[in-house]
């Protein structure tokens, strides 16, 4: 199957066309600009932020997200981490982040023992083809985590908000 | 150069902004070597909803009533129901009723024929006929989120139920409607039909193209990331093929509308659909 | 105030782990967004969502741009008692957003 994967630059290239394209024609009242993404420097640096300065294991946390998205501003996202969930041994929280979007940070959850089962689900907006990281904050102040890639495609004729 | 594949300035006439220029090429190679295009209806036992083409998660989206953003409008709608309004304050259920009863079936007939106008309306344009002659309130904006809340609470009623396209009063219009879903407009030359009847299920850019059933109407496209209209998406199907769009309420869209159900004649309604 | 839909089990065991699904209707406008004469879109976006079951937290979340429009959060939590869940979204420009839901646990 056919999956091209657009970079940022061709993005780049079609809004800021379609802005000087459309400036004459029918006023929009709101047109995105590329701007400057984060990069995986700035995840890495969202993500120190949150854990400090602790080793990050990777394992016992899953995330489920299609690898090939119709549509970046909604993807549906499941993040579930394996935990008896007992009062001792529990998930405290689940964070997640992505590398290529304006801002690293997705959302951060908080859990407890009466969770019952560490796992989320929301939609998130991906900007463009990237890595996805979750990550599962214990209560013994372990760190664990997962990444998936995901390849965002764009319709063949772009929206405009009209 | 911005991007590789084009040269020339952005404004020149030949430059398409959506589709890439192999993209354009093949399109064109397909066209001229296919010549005449004949379009063809689809038939009828081959059509399908979009729906169909959807990846499992969008259509997870569509299915379950609390994970459907279009619930959202559906749920503001059954407020707007009961809401008094105008000079009169009446709600359109002291006229009609509850909702459940009074709207069952009826979104799935709709453009209708109007005896007063001679012509058919739209379900957007009854509504606001509603409010004004009715209500003594005035007419809500095209896309406002007033109106489509409204559409969509009156669509749903419908859900699951056969489009209807039976009134012989529609035809001038089908046929109407007809002629501007094959007629070639735009810079890139493309009627409706070549893609949605000719191509449909075939993939352009990676995405599967449509045949373009107005099932879900009002409904949840993620690119939108809100509700809209079919007006809506015909006026980007227009801009994607770089043709001019008509104002919203033209009667060039009611007459679409009104082509459109009829050739999804049968189908079952979704609304609020979930496109992506 | 802004609709939410909210999927609550009506009935449940005592110790069973219930799945809530929360739905709320908001646009999320990210404040990367810029106007077409280039003026900033400003950011409105819901920041905070907090679930209490019978007055007592069980989960929260912060949110941030990159949570889709009308935010759609699935979390689970153990039915102890029955009562109330309570619902509250909090975010810019003084939103705020309740919702609530009855559960009988038996």
């Not at chain 2, 399109?27 to 063809?40: E, K």
């Not at chain 3, 959060?73 to 153990?78: G, M, S």
């Not at chain 3, 939103?95 to 839901?101: D, G, H, L, R, S």
Request: hydrophobic share 40%; aromatic share 6%.
């Amino acid at each position: 199957m056919h999956q091209p994967q657009r970079n940022s630059n061709r993005l780049a290239t079609r809004r800021d066309t379609l802005r000087g394209a459309l400036a004459a024609g029918a006023a929009l009242p709101i047109l995105s600009l590329h701007r400057a993404t984060a990069t995986p420097a700035d995840m890495r640096a969202a993500i120190a932020n949150v854990i400090g300065d602790v080793k990050l294991n990777v394992g016992r946390v899953k995330i489920e997200i299609p690898p090939l998205v119709e549509n970046g501003n909604t993807v549906p996202c499941t993040v579930s981490v394996e935990s008896p969930m007992t009062t001792e041994d529990y998930v405290k929280a689940i964070h997640v982040f992505n590398e290529k979007n304006p801002q690293p940070n997705v959302i951060s959850a908080r859990l407890g023992p009466r969770t019952g089962r560490a796992s989320i689900a929301t939609r998130i907006r991906l900007t463009d083809s990237q890595t996805v990281v979750a990550i599962g904050e214990m209560a013994d102040g372990s760190f664990w985590s997962d990444s998936v890639s995901v390849i965002i495609t764009l319709g063949a004729c772009l929206e405009n908000l009209i | 150069m911005r991007n590789g594949a084009f040269n020339g300035s952005h404004r020149s006439p030949g430059r398409v902004f959506c589709l890439s220029l192999t993209t354009t090429t093949i399109i064109a190679a397909f066209l001229v070597t296919t010549i005449p295009v004949v379009t063809r209806d689809i038939p009828p036992d081959k059509r399908k909803s979009t729906y169909e083409q959807m990846s499992a998660d969008t259509r997870a989206m569509q299915d379950e009533d609390t994970a459907n953003p279009g619930m959202l409008w559906v749920l503001e709608g059954h407020a707007a129901w009961r809401a008094k309004v105008g000079t009169t304050g009446r709600s359109c259920a002291d006229c009609h009723g509850d909702a459940p009863n009074a709207m069952n079936g009826v979104a799935a007939r709709y453009p209708a024929f109007d005896s007063k106008r001679g012509a058919p309306v739209d379900l957007e344009t009854r509504i606001n006929i509603c409010r004004t002659e009715h209500q003594q309130a005035p007419a809500l904006a095209f896309e406002s989120k007033e109106l489509l809340a409204l559409t969509a609470y009156i669509g749903r009623q419908s859900r699951g139920m056969a489009i209807e396209s039976a009134d012989a009063r529609l035809e001038p219009f089908i046929t109407a409607g007809r002629a501007i879903f094959e007629r070639r407009q735009g810079q890139l030359n493309l009627a409706c039909t070549h893609c949605h009847d000719d191509n449909w299920g075939q993939k352009l850019a990676g995405i599967p193209v449509p045949q373009g059933h107005p099932t879900g109407y009002p409904l949840y496209r993620l690119e939108w990331q809100t509700l809209g209209s079919l007006q809506r998406r015909l006026r980007n199907c227009l801009i994607g093929i770089r043709a001019e769009i008509y104002p919203y309420g033209a009667p060039e869209y009611v007459a679409l509308e009104t082509f459109l159900m009829w050739r999804a004649r049968g189908m079952p309604m979704e609304t609020p659909g979930v496109r992506p | 105030m802004a609709s939410a839909l909210i999927n609550v089990p009506p009935k449940a065991k005592r110790g069973e782990i219930i799945a809530i699904k929360t739905l709320i209707s908001h646009q999320m406008e990210t404040g990367f967004r810029h106007s077409e004469t280039g003026v900033p879109i400003p950011r409105d976006i819901v920041t905070h969502f907090v679930a209490s079951y019978n007055g007592e937290e069980i989960f929260s979340a912060q949110l941030f741009p990159a949570i889709a429009a009308n935010p759609f959060i699935t979390f689970y939590t153990i039915a102890t008692v029955s009562g109330t869940i309570e619902f509250k979204w909090t975010g810019d420009n003084g939103f705020v957003a309740t919702e609530q839901a009855k559960i009988i646990v038996e």
